[in-house]
Every structure is written in structure tokens, then in C-alpha cells.
């Protein structure tokens, strides 16, 4: 993981724990931890323009 990946991580982290991780972040540990965290996403609705 390059240094912008893993600040990216540690944001995305931060946001949903309110915390930075403990530990030095693993892409593949992280995005499991996270998908089991967050709430799941919205059914999304396209709009026509004219609305």
C-alpha cells in the first residue's frame, strides 16, 4: 500500500470509528473491518433532469 492509499484508509477509518486505526493499516484486514461496520448503502434512484 503506497503512502496515499493508506492515508486514504486511515481517513475512511477515522470517519466511520471516529478514531485513527490502532495499528498500521492492512488493505485486505481494513476493507473487511469496514464492509462489517458501515451500514449498507441505499437503493439509488436515477432522476430525470426535468424533475
Do not use: C, H
Not at 493508506?6 to 473491518?33: D, H, K, N, S, Y
Amino acid at each position: 500500500m503506497n503512502l496515499e492509499e493508506r492515508q486514504a484508509w486511515i481517513a475512511l477509518w477515522t470517519a466511520v470509528f471516529g478514531e485513527p486505526p490502532p495499528v498500521e493499516p492492512e488493505a485486505e484486514v481494513t476493507a473487511r473491518i469496514l464492509i462489517d461496520f458501515l451500514p449498507p448503502a441505499p437503493p439509488y434512484e436515477l432522476k430525470s433532469r426535468t424533475e
